[in-house]
Nanobody
């Protein structure tokens, strides 16, 4: 099992930046991939960015060039640097850790971008 704790959300003006953190504890050595998802009110949860243990990354088209997913393996922490934020980026952001046969979610952190 693994526990995930997100932080770094908040209120920011359009055009601003935030950095989200996802601290993992537990059986982190078995993680095959990690992802950041977001869910806005009335919408389905969507994948924002994902990185595999091999280092392959994926970004949703809506965030390419603005968001960067990185990891600090020594701290077992993943980061989502979000720049040039737009009002449509407002959502609850969730961190997800994937294993071979299961996955775990964090509790989420709210990001609100004011226009």
């Amino acid at each position: 099992q693994v526990q995930l704790v997100e932080s770094g959300g908040g209120l920011v003006q359009a055009g601003g930046s935030l950095r989200l953190s996802c601290a993992a504890s537990g059986s982190v050595f078995s993680i095959t991939a990690m992802g950041w998802y977001r869910q806005a009110p009335g919408k389905q949860r969507e994948l924002v960015a994902r990185i595999t243990s091999a280092g392959s990354t994926y970004y949703a088209d809506s965030v390419k060039g603005r968001f960067t997913f990185s990891r600090d393996n020594a701290r077992n922490t993943a980061y989502l640097q979000m720049n040039s934020l737009k009002s449509e980026d407002s959502a609850v952001y969730y961190c997800k850790a994937e294993f071979a046969f299961s996955s775990y979610w964090g509790q989420g952190t709210q990001v609100t971008v004011s226009s």
